[in-house]
């Protein structure tokens, strides 16, 4: 019987040693005692007895292994394990951390300043991507003070006119289920001297998971026409409040990336922020409106991150 495969032996080295090892094959089933003999090299002398009874273990594998291999060549099926997948242990990440608040505040006199900041940080976890989105907010919060600095304070004069300026950072988490976070952050200035503060928005939609932020393309098919459908909702929604919408701030709601760069996910629909003189003047306040979700649904991918918000 004709048998091709490889063979698992040991051998007597010249060194005193057993050497393990595999080699191919290619023979009749009769020829087999015969190439095992030639591949294990007995020493003669007080070992030998011991060191037969080890070649007698190898030659018994090694006709155990062509037998499996004989009926392959026979046609006689073979059962072979099916590979057990063990599914891991490790829990989601956004089950190993909690929300914590870190507080930070500065003053000083020359000019007169205070910097107070109220920012999220997720603890109880070291994996990497806890640890990119801990540094995403401290990047994003960083580069409004840093504005704050080197745009307002650095143009203040040493001689204070009133209390001083101030720049005051706070945050809400606006949504989170699973491994889907949703922040708005509050930024509330005031250059010593001007006839009024200052307040502005950034968001940040992050899927901790993937370790990403999320953009607002991610959550519709490609060939959506979203900020359309976003932007006619808006301006719908605007136009019937009492804030001086049509005095010209129209241009704040039309579909660019730009005026919907604040955007958070929420319970109900995609709460979108125009700051301070977006859409309405100063003394109407920024403007928020939150755009249904079934007004998007068509729009919506159904493999994006939307898909476990929608359940």
């Keep these: 019987m004709s048998l091709h495969g490889r063979l698992s032996f040991v051998r007597w080295t010249r060194r005193g040693k057993w050497r393990r090892g595999q080699t191919g094959i290619s023979g009749n089933l009769e020829t087999v005692d015969d190439w095992n003999i030639k591949h294990i090299a007995i020493v003669k002398g007080e ?4 060191m037969l009874t ?46 914590a608040s870190i ?34 907010v401290n990047e994003l919060i960083q580069g409004e003070i840093n504005y704050f600095r080197e745009n307002i304070l650095a143009h203040m004069s040493t001689s204070p ?6 720049f005051d950072v706070g945050y809400n988490l606006v949504y989170q ?6 922040f708005k ?3 509330n200035g005031y250059a010593d001297g001007a ?23 991610d959550l519709f098919t490609e060939e959506a026409g979203y900020l359309k459908a976003i932007s006619s909702y808006c301006i719908a929604e605007l136009s019937r409040r009492d804030i001086g919408f049509f005095g010209g701030f129209e241009r704040g709601a039309e579909p660019t990336s730009e005026n919907y760069r604040n955007w958070n996910i929420a319970n109900e629909g995609l709460l ?22 079934g007004e998007l649904r068509p729009l919506i991918n159904s493999q994006g991150p939307l898909v476990l918000v929608l359940r």
């Design 47 to 50: 070992k030998e007895d011991a």
């Design 54 to 99: 080890k070649v007698f273990n190898v030659l018994v594998t090694g006709l155990a292994l062509f037998s499996v291999l004989a009926a392959c060549s026979t046609g006689t099926q073979v059962s072979t394990p099916t590979p057990v997948i063990t599914p891991s242990n490790q829990p989601p990440v956004s089950t190993q951390v909690t929300l």
């Design 103 to 136: 507080s930070f505040k500065e003053d000083g006199s020359s000019p007169r300043y205070t910097i107070t900041v109220q920012r999220p940080r997720l603890a109880g976890s070291e994996d990497e991507r806890v640890i990119k989105f801990n540094d995403r």
């Design 161 to 166: 006119v009133s209390s001083g300026s101030f």
């Design 177 to 182: 289920r699973g491994d889907l976070w949703s």
């Design 185 to 187: 952050f509050n930024f």
């Design 195 to 217: 006839a009024h503060p200052f307040h502005y928005s950034r968001t940040l939609n992050y899927d901790l998971e993937q370790g990403h932020k999320l953009s607002l393309s």
């Design 272 to 293: 979108i922020t125009f700051d301070e003189y977006q859409v309405a003047p100063y003394a109407a306040g920024a403007q928020t409106v939150t755009v249904p979700y």
